[in-house]
Each structure stands twice: as structure tokens, then as C-alpha cells.
């Protein structure tokens, strides 16, 4: 792989921060286009974004920071903390925290929006994943399948602690096809919700799902687990998240006929 896009004397570019500003306006861009054909402010909704967007970045790293702060307490701790990715869903409870507080100040439509961004983010995590393989962080466990990877780079030995000259399990792969699938398959359910909230509750189950099997194949230690070598912290938190789902699924079916309310521009 290649962890630096572009290296020059003591100016390097990583392929993981460009991947993931490309991911980013890709993603807000799909849902600018959406909130426009449904008579949302699309500027509100890129506001919105950049919201969502710091909240993640700022709260997937300090979950990886809390979860495991003996790695980032030497001298060089904080560029380390820069250059890894962070706890996904650390950023993914940030971002809803305070999503949730921008539509109040703005006084966007709940549930609509929500089902509006939730294909966006997959699709963002899709393409951020890619960066995830370009650093070699969140790397799987050594594995002799086919089409297994192996790094080579002693800059992501030295950056993230990944393996070099080990076949693993390339989980980024993985995770980034799930997140992929799930896109299409919030955009087919988009056209067919029933009630609003339904495409986002949506994403939560099916990412939920996908990342508790995707966890078995994982190798990086730094991520944590809750019990033993057993239960890690996101295996933990996909559990959560798919009970959580589940129920607001089943109550807003319930509740909630679909709206369509527009927002005001």
C-alpha cells in the first residue's frame, strides 16, 4: 500500500487524510443533490455536514484515545493519535450528538434528513475505507486465503503498528464493500419507505450487522475489547446499536406514516 500520497523532504501528504476529504465531499455532495429534489435548503444540509463531519473526526479519536491511552502518552503520542483513524463509532456517536443539535438550530425536519444523510455516510465510509487500507490501520487477522494482503511499508509499522510481511485478512476491504452494499441498499429503500426514519434506523441495523461479523477477521489490538479476546468494544456497540434499531424501527412503523415534510430554505 501506499501510506503517503506524496512525500518531499519533510512535507508528506497521507493517502488516508486525502481519501477521506475526497470521501467527505463526495458524500455531502450525494446528499446536497438529494436535499434539493426534496425541496430541502441544500446549503443547510452542507452545514450540517461540516457539523457531522468535525464531531466524527473529533470523537472517533478520542475514543481510540480513551480506549487505549497508554499508545499515545510518550512524546510523539500526538501525531500518532493524528495519523490513526480513530473508533468508528466513537465518530458515529459525536456525529449523531450533535446532528441532533443542528437540525434543532436550524430547524430541519428530524427523521427526513436523517434518512437523506444516512446513504451518504455509507457511501462516505465506503471510500474512507480505502484510506483505512492505504495506512494500514484497522488490519485483520493473519490469514492464508487468496486474496489475503501483506504491507510492506516500515512507515505504517512506524505510524500505526501494522505487520509487515504477514498475509492478513484485508478487513478495510471488507468493510468498505458492507458500507458499499449498504448504499445501494438505503437508496432502494429511500424510494420505498413507508415512514420517515426508516432508511436511517435502516443504516444503523445493517451497519451494526455487518461490523459485528467483520470484527471476527479483525488483528488490530489498539480497537479494545469488553471481555477477554472474545467481545470487542465495537462488537459491544453493534449489539447496542442493533437493539436500538430494531426498537425504533418497530416504534416508528408504528407512530409515523411518512411525510416528506420540506424544510423550510
Known amino acids: 500500500m501506499h501510506p503517503r500520497l506524496i512525500h518531499f523532504g ?23 443533490r438529494k436535499a434539493a429534489s426534496r425541496g430541502i435548503s441544500s446549503e443547510r444540509v452542507a452545514d450540517l455536514g461540516i457539523t457531522i463531519l468535525f464531531a466524527s473526526l473529533v470523537g472517533s479519536k478520542m475514543t481510540l484515545f480513551l480506549l487505549t491511552p497508554q ?49 451518504s455516510v455509507a457511501l462516505g465510509e465506503a471510500i474512507g475505507r480505502i484510506g483505512c487500507l492505504s495506512a494500514g490501520c484497522c488490519y485483520g487477522r493473519p490469514a492464508s486465503v487468496p486474496w489475503a494482503i501483506t504491507f510492506t511499508d516500515p512507515y505504517t509499522l512506524e505510524s500505526i503498528g501494522t505487520p509487515l510481511g504477514i498475509p492478513l485478512h484485508p478487513t478495510q ?76 424501527l418497530f416504534y416508528l412503523g408504528r407512530k409515523t406514516p411518512t411525510t416528506g415534510e420540506p424544510a423550510s430554505a
Open 10 to 32: 519533510h512535507f508528506s501528504l497521507p493517502t488516508y487524510g486525502a481519501l477521506l476529504a475526497c470521501a467527505y465531499l463526495i458524500a455531502i455532495g450525494w446528499a446536497m
Open 71 to 119: 499508545d499515545f502518552l510518550s512524546p510523539d503520542g500526538v501525531v500518532r493519535l493524528l495519523r490513526s483513524g480513530g473508533v468508528f463509532y466513537g465518530g458515529l456517536i459525536a456525529a449523531t450528538v450533535f446532528g441532533l443539535w443542528t437540525l434543532r438550530r436550524r430547524k430541519l425536519p428530524l427523521w427526513p434528513v436523517a434518512d437523506l444523510l444516512a446513504p
Open 173 to 248: 476491504i471488507y468493510l468498505s464493500l458492507g458500507a458499499l452494499s449498504i448504499f445501494f441498499l438505503l437508496e432502494l429503500l429511500d424510494r420505498r419507505r413507508r415512514f420517515d426514519g426508516q432508511v436511517f434506523w435502516s443504516y444503523v441495523l445493517l451497519h451494526g450487522a455487518t461490523r459485528f461479523v467483520i470484527e471476527l477477521y479483525r488483528g488490530d489490538e489498539v480497537r479494545g475489547f469488553l471481555i477477554a479476546d472474545i467481545l470487542s468494544t465495537s462488537q459491544a456497540l453493534s449489539l447496542a446499536t442493533l437493539a436500538v434499531a430494531t426498537g425504533m
